[in-house]
């Protein structure tokens, strides 16, 4: 079984960066389709970004050129950077990722950004 860990959330100003990082208990080589998530209270989660084990990336509109995301195949870690952030950007964030044709989630890290 695998376990995704996220961590690196926490409060910060508009047009600050942080920096989640999502830690899984096995390689990376072994998790397809790696993303980002996000959900605010009474929405639905919606997803922010994916990386394939390629390296080719995609994002929501309203992140690009501000949000990279990027494997850390070393430390076996999903990294999402975030930049220029803005209040609409508060949610909890979750890293989610396919092993052995299963969905597997984090518990999510709290982003705040204050106006």
């Known amino acids: 079984q695998v376990q995704l860990v996220e961590s690196g959330g926490g409060l910060v100003q508009a047009g600050g960066s942080l920096r989640l990082s999502c830690q899984a208990s096995?390689?990376?080589?072994?998790?397809?389709?790696m993303g980002w998530y996000r959900q605010t209270p009474g929405k639905q989660r919606e997803w922010v970004a994916t990386v394939v084990s390629g390296g080719a990336t995609n994002y929501i509109d309203s992140v690009k050129g501000r949000f990279t995301i990027y494997r850390d195949n070393d430390k076996d870690s999903l990294i999402l950077q975030m930049n220029s952030l803005e209040p609409e950007d508060t949610a909890v964030y979750y890293c989610?990722?396919?092993?052995?044709?299963?969905?597997?989630w984090g518990q999510g890290t709290q982003v705040t950004v204050s106006s």
């Open positions: 989610k990722g396919t092993f052995r044709s299963r969905d597997v």
């Open positions: 096995v390689s990376l080589a072994a998790i397809r389709g």
